[in-house]
């Protein structure tokens, strides 16, 4: 048994498929960038001094209070 889709069904899969590609290029984007911003916070806490670990731990943790 198949199933045969119209013309204005196979127009809105396709632009569903547009949309959701649309979404995954801005999740990644942000992961990314998300990425990047940790980083930069990484590297700054060991120019402060701190340890690695404790530059992890804060970057992990996600705190913008620096209080150990």
Not at 2 to 16: I, P, R, T
Not at 24 to 38: D, L, N, P, Q, T
Request: hydrophobic share 45%.
């Amino acid at each position: 048994m198949s199933h045969y889709f119209s013309a204005q069904q196979l127009l809105e899969m396709e632009q569903s498929v547009e949309n959701l590609k649309a979404v995954m290029s801005i999740m990644i984007e942000g992961y990314a960038v998300s990425a990047k911003f940790k980083r930069e916070k990484y590297e700054a806490l060991l120019r402060e001094g701190f340890s690695e670990t404790q530059a992890m731990q804060i970057v992990i943790a996600g705190k913008d209070d620096i209080t150990l």
